[in-house]
């Protein structure tokens, strides 16, 4: 059986003793959901039957980068009383780049609601609910919102969340900053170590990140490298420290992807909303052009 994306659901009857009415359980159903990569927002049905990953053409689940192996992964079912099944683990087929869940490499591993599963730079999603159309829902809505391969909020979040921060620091007259970030030379680790290790630390920089600011404070990825932080009841002093803290934190962690470790650095441009702002983006502008200033002057840097 050849799985789809359509959104039907097989299910299975299971016959009674001849005391008791045949009835129909409850069929626990799963399915990929696509977070990064190829057809975002993607949904893969699994079913009783073996789901094959790869790049070929055969292949049940065909992703055409060459960061996928021809036949690199197999999504198998445990089926259990009635052909139902109870649950689904993913076996590596001596893949080139290897199968990973939840940034763990694996040889084969059972899945659990949640997981991510990296295939090359393909990330999906198992999803396994007795309600899979509300789960696989909640998950797209929430793919609207958050980068996928980051788990940050993208763009647009972070634009809205901006707007919001703007209005009531101007209506209370409360200090906002707002860092625009960017990784140094990040094209050499995609050229020497290879995309995959690229992601990995993109999302290594994400966690760090994450781990060094306030509750209150907001951190989105803007694209590609480049991340921003909105510092809400911040002034300008205080975000220039918040900035110089996260660049210090960098430079000394240890970025690692398998057996390669990938020293980074970034540069900062730190802007303050200003009594003449109108609008969220000339924050933000301001804060780009800073950047392109720490990034002509060397790097590694801090620049506003």
């Known amino acids: 059986m050849v799985a789809s994306d359509l959104n039907d659901t097989s299910r299975f009857k299971v016959s009674g003793s001849r005391d008791r009415p045949s009835r129909e359980p409850a069929v626990r159903e799963a399915c990929l959901v696509v977070m990064y990569g190829e057809s975002i927002g993607r949904r893969i049905s699994l079913t009783a039957a073996p789901l094959c990953i790869g ?35 993913v076996s590596d087929l001596g893949s080139t780049n290897g199968t990973y869940v939840n940034e763990r490499g694996v040889e084969s591993a059972v899945l659990n609601h949640g997981d991510h599963l990296q295939i090359g730079r393909n990330i999906l999603k198992f999803l396994v609910s007795g309600h899979i159309e509300s789960a696989y829902h909640e998950e797209i809505y929430r793919l609207v919102t958050t980068d996928g391969l980051t788990n940050l909020p993208n763009r647009r979040a972070f634009e809205d969340a901006m707007q919001r921060e703007f209005s009531r620091s101007t209506r209370y007259v409360r200090p906002l900053s707002l860092l625009v970030i960017d990784i140094d030379h990040f094209k050499k680790i995609n050229d020497v170590h290879g995309h995959l290790a690229g992601d990995a630390a993109l999302r290594q920089f994400a966690t760090l990140l994450k781990a060094n600011l306030r509750r209150d404070d907001f951190a989105g990825r803007m694209g590609g490298e480049e991340f921003a932080v909105l510092l809400p009841e911040i002034d300008d002093a205080g975000a220039r420290l918040t900035a110089e803290k996260l660049r210090l934190l960098t430079a000394r962690h240890r970025f690692v992807f398998e057996e390669a470790v990938m020293p980074l650095t970034i540069s900062v441009g730190v802007a303050t909303r200003t009594p003449s702002d109108q609008d969220p983006m000339e924050i933000y502008r301001r804060g780009d052009e800073l950047l392109f200033a720490a990034k002509r002057t060397g790097r590694n840097r801090v620049h506003g």
């Open 55 to 89: 790049r070929s053409a055969e292949s049940d689940l065909q992703f055409e980068e060459e960061s996928v192996s021809r036949n690199h992964c197999r999504i198998d079912p445990t089926i259990g009383a009635g052909g139902v099944p109870e649950s689904w683990s």
